[in-house]
């Protein structure tokens, strides 16, 4: 129906693990953000997918009633990490579907320092594949939590 609404196809691959699942927790979830460190810093430009949006929070966080018109333009949220980074896909021609990261900021976009994004895959599917964990795991004890063990499902779609 959205795609209908705005005229606009989604990216086949992110469409479809949006049917199987409508966002979620991800395993595994650790990626290298491209964002330079002097404007998201830590020790090693490694954070971990958060959470990807149910279409819901999509529609909330795109249509700019979260960060009203900082929102770089023609971009989905797709999701977010834990520190502030938002991961988006991009619905403008020329680099439709690809994935990037944009430190979040309130301020119009365009102004102020908020003016860019930093490219982070050339697609969903490709997102999805540079996610990893640790050679020993230690990733996996701080996503899984046991109660929810009967809800977690290959991600496969």
């Known amino acids: 129906?959205?795609?209908?609404?705005?005229g606009t196809r989604l990216p086949d691959g992110y469409r479809r693990f949006?049917?199987?699942?409508?966002?979620?927790?991800?395993?595994?979830?650790?990626?290298?953000y491209a964002v330079p460190l002097e404007y998201?810093?830590?020790?090693?430009?490694?954070?971990?997918?958060?959470?990807?949006?149910?279409?819901s929070d999509v529609r909330k966080y795109?249509?700019?009633?979260?960060?009203?018109?900082?929102?770089?333009?023609?971009?989905?949220?797709i999701g977010s990490t834990p520190g502030g980074l938002q991961i988006l896909m991009s619905l403008r021609a020329e680099e439709f579907g690809q994935i990037f990261c944009w430190v979040h900021n309130t301020n119009i976009w365009g102004t102020d320092g908020n003016d860019h994004i930093w490219y982070q895959a050339s697609s969903f599917e490709n997102f999805l594949k540079s996610l990893y964990d640790e050679p020993d795991r230690s990733d996996y004890d701080n996503w899984r939590i046991p109660i929810y063990d009967k809800l977690a499902k290959p991600l496969a779609f």
């Open 1 to 6: 129906m959205w795609e209908k609404t705005n």
């Open 18 to 32: 949006m049917l199987a699942f409508n966002g979620g927790c991800v395993y595994p979830r650790l990626f290298f």
């Open 62 to 77: 795109s249509g700019g009633d979260v960060y009203g018109r900082g929102n770089p333009p023609d971009m989905l949220f």
């Open 40 to 55: 998201y810093p830590s020790t090693e430009p490694v954070t971990f997918v958060d959470l990807f949006y149910s279409w």
